[in-house]
């Protein structure tokens, strides 16, 4: 079987309507026809400030949302970042590989970084490095994530291809496995910016109530036309709606402007927000559920960490190895 690795990060508890569109909705259709390993990645967490209760608590929500979502952990290997020592102990092997400049050129460090008022801390600076060693531990073929995450798979690409010249073939080169559909789902208020935890104004989340997201829903920015059709250079705003109606039910984008032909924007967004709930409300259930048994999904967790170091655990001494550390023993 082929192998998936992927990541998300738990800093805000709750994931958002791009997270599942954009990502965790692809993890739960290839744990069917790949060898899966999905994290929790804490340690990035950590690249901006956290309060320690609050980041042990969202890394258990963001665990529970995964599983809530489909991802089954007899089929895929759930397990947290920080469980697994091997990502930082590659992390810093690939950082001596990496050039400064190299690293500049990171956009989402550039918007980040432009962003945050407290100081900027040089893990933040070193963030795709260490995306990079939780790839290439795994030597996974593909990595489902968002389109903003394709620069952080380019750099990927390059480091293990500079380690293979410098030291030998020891690492797969990944691709990007991005559905073009939904690799981009945007803000509401904002349809041209896309939806962030940093810039939440239009943002859907998963586990807020389900009547303040069909509010958001409901007071999405369209544009001043009145038809409904799928034209994201011009209709930014109802081509998402579309978007995300479209992936959340199953029909397609053409049947949809077909069905809402002659109807408003107002009947659109009353609809998705009914479709939302519908979707979100069993989810919710889930998630409540795997938070009351916090010991329950801590075992999961650590079922997840033993599989994820028996593979990553063979990459980092084949790596140490050939990099020339001296073996320990
Ligand atoms: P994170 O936690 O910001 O986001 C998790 C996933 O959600 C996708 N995503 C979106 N997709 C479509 N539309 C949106 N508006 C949207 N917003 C977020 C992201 O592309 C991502 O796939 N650096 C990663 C975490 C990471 C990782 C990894 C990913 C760490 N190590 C190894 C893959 C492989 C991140 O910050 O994702």
Known sequence: RPRVLSGIQPTAGSF?????LGAIRQWVALQ???????????????????????????????????????IDPDSATLFVQSHVPEHAQLGWVLQCLTGFGEASRMTQFKDKSARQEAQVGV????????????????????????????????????????????????????????????????????????????VPTGVVELLEDVKRSAKKIRSAVTDTGREITYDPEHKPGVSNLLVIYSA??????????????????????????????????????????????????????????????????????RAYDKVGFLPSG
Do not use: W
């Open 123 to 198: 893990g933040l600076f070193t963030y795709p490095i260490l995306q990079a060693a939780d790839i290439l531990l795994y030597n996974a073929h593909h990595v489902p994530v968002g389109e903003d995450q394709r620069q952080h798979l380019e750099l990927t690409r390059d480091l293990a291809q500079r380690f293979n010249t410098r030291y030998g073939k020891t690492f797969r080169l990944p691709e990007a496995y991005i559905v073009k559909d939904t690799a981009k789902i945007y803000d509401l208020q904002d349809p041209t910016a896309k939806m962030s935890k940093s």
């Open 32 to 70: 069917e026809t790949h060898d899966a390993f999905y994290c929790v990645v804490d340690l990035h967490a950590i690249t901006v400030e956290q309060d320690p209760k609050v980041l042990r608590q969202n890394t258990r929500t963001s665990a529970a949302q995964l599983l809530a979502l489909g």
């Open 248 to 317: 959340l039910s199953g029909r397609t984008v053409e049947d949809l402007v077909a069905d809402y032909d002659g109807k408003g924007y107002g009947d659109l967004k009353k609809d998705l927000g009914e479709v939302f709930t519908e979707f979100v409300t069993p989810v919710q259930e889930k998630v409540a559920t795997y938070l009351a048994d916090p010991a329950e999904l801590d075992k999961v967790l650590a079922k997840g960490a033993e599989r994820a170091r028996e593979v990553a655990g063979k990459t980092l001494a």
């Open 16 to 20: 958002h309507l791009g997270n599942y």
